[in-house]
C-alpha cells in the first residue's frame, strides 16, 4: 500500500502513525504555527535593521531593536500562555463537528472551496471584531496594546492584548470550526493566514506583492496606513479583503458603540 502512496500521503502515514490525533491537532497545530510564523516574520526585523529593500519600505521610521526584542518576548509569552490552551480546549469542539486526520487526504476540489470560504468568513467576522475593538473603552484597555507599533513588522501582526487574542482568534477558527475540515485543510489555512497577516504587517510594498495582483485583496499597504492614523479615525479595519471597507459607513454607528 505504501509503495503506492503519493510522497505526501507518505508523510502522512508516517505521522498518523507515530503520533495521536490529539498530539496532531494540538501539539501539532502549535509547531506548525511557531515555525510559520516565526520564519516567515523575523525577516522582515532583519531587513529594518540592515536597510535592506528599503526603497520598498512603506514608512521611513523605523522600531529599534528594544522595541523588536520587546515584540519577540511578548509574543512567546503570549503563543505558549494563551495560542497553546485554546489549541488544547478547542480540541473537543473540532472533533465533534467532524475533524479527522485519517488517509485519504481530501483532494483539492475539496480543499480550495473550503480554504476561500474560510478567508472569507474570517474577514467578515474580522471586520467587525476590528471596529469593535476601535471605541474607546475597548482601544485604551486592550486594543491599544497591537497599536503599540505604529509602524509594523511582521511579528508585530500577532502582538495583542490576550483578551484580542482570544476575540479575533474566534473569526480564524469559525469557519473551520462549523465545517469540520480534515487536519490538513485546516494546517493548510493556518499556514496561508499567518503569511497573510505577516504579510500585511511587514512595512514592504513590494513589486511581487498580492496585492498587485489579486483584486480587493489588502496586503501592506492597506494594513500600514490603519497604523499610522489615531485610532478614530483609522478605517482600513479588515484583515485580507478591502470590499467591507469600501461599503458607506452606517450613519452614527461608531457613536452607538462608544
Known amino acids: 500500500m505504501a509503495s503506492s502512496l503519493s510522497f505526501l500521503d507518505s508523510c502522512w502515514l508516517y505521522l498518523i502513525t507515530h503520533f495521536s490525533d490529539f498530539q496532531l491537532a494540538c501539539l501539532g497545530s502549535f509547531f506548525l504555527h511557531e ?15 540592515a536597510g535592506y529593500l528599503s526603497k ?54 475539496v480543499i480550495l472551496p473550503q480554504i476561500l470560504f474560510y478567508f472569507i468568513v474570517e474577514d467578515f467576522i ?54 469540520g475540515p480534515h487536519l490538513f485543510t485546516l494546517w493548510l489555512w493556518m499556514i496561508l493566514r499567518v503569511l497573510e497577516t505577516v504579510e500585511a504587517h511587514c512595512g514592504y510594498h513590494f513589486p511581487w506583492s498580492l496585492s498587485n495582483f489579486i483584486p480587493l485583496y489588502g496586503g501592506a499597504d492597506f494594513h500600514d496606513y490603519h497604523h499610522r492614523l489615531l ?16 461599503i458607506p459607513e452606517i450613519e452614527g454607528i461608531e457613536e452607538l458603540w462608544r
Open 35 to 49: 515555525s510559520v510564523f516565526f520564519l516567515s516574520g523575523l525577516p522582515f526585523i532583519f531587513l529594518e535593521r
Open 126 to 179: 474580522f471586520y467587525w471584531g476590528h471596529r469593535v475593538l476601535h471605541t474607546k473603552f475597548l482601544y485604551k484597555h486592550v486594543h491599544s496594546v497591537h497599536h503599540e507599533y505604529a509602524t509594523p513588522f511582521g511579528l508585530t501582526s500577532e502582538y495583542a492584548h490576550p483578551v484580542e487574542i482570544l476575540f479575533l482568534g474566534f473569526a480564524t477558527i469559525f469557519g473551520p470550526a462549523i465545517t
Open 231 to 246: 485610532y478614530t479615525k483609522s478605517g482600513n479595519y479588515a484583515s485580507t479583503f478591502i470590499y467591507m471597507d469600501r
Open 56 to 109: 520598498y519600505k512603506i514608512q521611513t521610521k523605523n522600531n529599534t531593536p528594544a522595541a523588536q526584542e520587546k515584540c519577540i518576548t511578548r509574543l512567546l509569552l503570549y503563543h505558549f500562555g494563551v495560542n497553546l490552551p485554546v489549541m488544547i480546549f478547542s480540541y473537543p469542539v473540532f472533533t465533534y463537528m467532524g475533524m479527522q486526520s485519517s488517509l485519504p487526504l481530501p483532494s483539492w476540489k
